[in-house]
């Protein structure tokens, strides 16, 4: 599948973003998705994925602040973020897996600026 995200800019702390991601391909269902972000000299890190089911799981940093969430109607995953940080400043990578693979696939990435 390939993914395309957008949504991210510039913010003031304390306010929110929504990143969007768009899979082109069939069988999206099937597919759990996430999002992950990268700051200059450190490794990828999770921020939150959504199970092909709907479950969801969030790094402690996005939890409370950040709602995933997928339209499996319109082939994408959304990353409600409130209440931003300084520290949310990264590159969001929009990312799936297919059900029972253990191949990734990564969009090209969006970047987010949180000014204090």
């Known amino acids: 599948v390939q993914l395309q995200a957008f949504g991210g800019g510039l913010v003031q702390a304390g306010g929110s973003l929504r990143l969007s991601c768009a899979a082109s391909g069939s069988n999206f269902r099937r597919y759990a998705m996430g999002w992950y972000r990268q700051v200059p000299w450190k490794q990828r890190e999770l921020v939150a994925v959504?199970?092909?089911?709907?479950?969801?799981n969030y790094a402690d940093s996005a939890r409370g602040r950040f709602t995933i969430s997928r339209d499996n109607a319109e082939n994408s995953v959304y990353l409600q973020m409130n209440s931003l940080k300084p520290e949310d400043t990264a590159v969001y990578y929009c990312w799936s897996r297919r059900d029972f693979s253990s191949s990734d696939d990564w969009g090209q990435g969006t970047k987010v600026t949180v000014s204090s």
């Open positions: 959504i199970s092909s089911r709907g479950s969801t």
